[in-house]
């Protein structure tokens, strides 16, 4: 069990190469995350540290019990589970039709489902229409196909520009969409979490399922991304 929690909330690593905003904080080599580099954690982290501590004194939550979910979500719960779906989906026309009319059962076909992934919403990315994917309010996120949110995710500037110009925030991530492209923004919600297929790039035909995952980021099924048929990094 790492401790980066009882420090900060840490990024989870992304799933291939992705491009990051400059206001989505900064990368180096000595620090592959992003974060912010403030001597004392943020006032709703130790607000979070002194709840904490307070519910395991009174003997209302058990440390290694909540260590033990939050470890799940930081290191075995990612988006190599949605990559495994949108392949899945890519391959099997049945399957992709499954997923678009009912995500959450579609997802547990693979055995992913759980907390914060009881109503998902698949949405599709063809040629013409381009989703991407926000919340407003916070930071809700499927978390059982996508792990925890990255750092930028729950970032106010993130938040608010994506609904009033995404495309100036794509174009911040790399993604430059022409005009002929609709762009359609979805608000996940606590109730409500969506999860974009991307679409499957061109001269994949030969590729297996698992070489298909092996292609898909977890920016590409945030919407601020899109898979390019060359293998991400191991
Ligand atoms: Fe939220």
Not at 50 to 79: C, M, Q
Not at 138 to 148: E, F, I, K, M, T
Request: charged fraction near 25%; aromatic fraction near 6%.
């Amino acid at each position: 069990m790492n401790t980066t929690r009882r420090d900060l909330p840490a990024t989870a690593p992304a799933a291939g190469a992705s491009v990051t905003p400059e206001w989505a904080g900064t990368r180096s080599a000595e620090h592959p995350h992003v974060h912010d580099h403030q001597a004392t954690p943020s006032d709703p982290a130790l607000r979070v540290k002194a709840l904490e501590s307070l519910l395991v004194e009174k003997g209302l939550v058990d440390r290694a019990a909540l260590d033990e979910l939050i470890d799940t979500y930081e290191h075995k719960v990612g988006p190599r589970n949605g990559a495994r779906v949108v392949a899945r989906a890519w391959s099997d026309v049945g399957y992709k039709q499954r997923l678009l009319a009912n995500a959450d059962v579609a997802i547990a076909e693979l055995g992913y489902g759980g907390m914060q992934g009881e109503h998902m919403v698949v949405v599709e990315n063809t040629a013409t229409i381009h989703n991407v994917v926000v919340c407003t309010l916070c930071s809700c996120y499927p978390w059982p196909v996508l792990g925890l949110p990255p750092v930028w995710y729950k970032s106010a500037p993130y938040r608010s520009r994506s609904v009033v110009d995404p495309r100036s925030v794509l174009r911040e991530f790399g993604l430059d969409l022409g005009e002929h492209v609709e762009v359609r923004v979805w608000d996940s919600t606590a109730e409500l979490r969506y999860l974009v297929l991307p679409e499957r790039p061109p001269n994949t035909g030969t590729l297996s399922e698992a070489e298909l995952a092996s292609l898909v980021t977890r920016d590409s099924m945030i919407g601020v991304a899109k898979v390019e048929a060359k293998a991400s990094p191991a």
